[in-house]
């Protein structure tokens, strides 16, 4: 019996890291292999982030020797690759710039020419953890058709014909399902509450 207390406890402590290891933050090596440097392409680092999704807390990791510079800058620097600004500019790489939380983060090489030649990078960072959706609002029933006398043709309802994609509603109705990382995160103090009760 005791052997399978502690087999049930493992199994829960591992299940439980699993979970926990899904919402990590992930680091993102800025323009892959090619680091940060004066790209070949106007669009690298722009086409570089539309590959990629961002989360709070996730990690820029910026590539670079000599020669270059990382600052966070606003949306009109960077849109004029305004280099003239007071914001902190990191000078050493490998350059580590968390994603600390939700919105746009623009970033520019400060050194002359750099940025207009393409060294910049905007981000669009989301929530770390999905919210649960929203409940779809109830539509109008389509309008009922009179079945046709004889000899006569019946007229199509005049939404055309097509059904309504809504969910049901009505006393008989279900909600929507969470998604999988809201339900995982939501079990985990049931996870807690059953690794107590192998304790005791």
Same mark, same amino acid.
């Not at 009109?76 to 305004?82: G, L, Q, V």
């Given at each position: 019996m005791s052997q399978l207390k502690n087999m049930s406890i493992l199994f829960v402590v591992a299940f439980a890291a699993a979970i926990l290891e899904s919402t990590e933050a992930a680091d993102h090596t800025v323009g892959g292999t090619t680091g940060w440097s004066v790209p070949s392409g106007a669009s690298f680092y722009s086409d570089w982030a539309a590959s990629n999704t961002f989360k709070q807390n996730d990690v820029l990791v910026f590539n670079f020797a000599g020669g270059h510079t990382v600052a966070e800058v606003s949306k @009109? !620097?960077? !849109?004029?690759?305004?280099i003239n600004q007071n914001g902190l500019v990191i000078t050493t790489g490998p350059a580590r710039v968390t994603l600390n939380r939700t919105g746009d983060f623009y970033f520019i090489c400060t050194i002359q020419g750099h940025c207009s030649s393409g060294q910049k990078l905007s981000v669009k960072v989301s929530a770390s953890t999905p919210s649960p959706p929203s409940p779809t609002p109830p539509t109008s029933t389509p309008p009922t058709s009179t079945p046709p006398t004889s000899g006569t043709t019946p007229t199509p309802p005049t939404n055309g014909g097509t059904p309504s994609l809504s969910s049901p509603t009505g006393p008989d109705a279900t909600p929507p399902s969470p998604g999988s990382a809201t339900t995982l995160v939501a079990t985990?103090?049931?996870?807690? @509450?059953?690794i107590m009760n192998l304790l005791v």
């Open positions: @009109a !620097d960077f !849109d004029n690759c305004n985990f103090p049931v996870l807690i @509450a059953v």
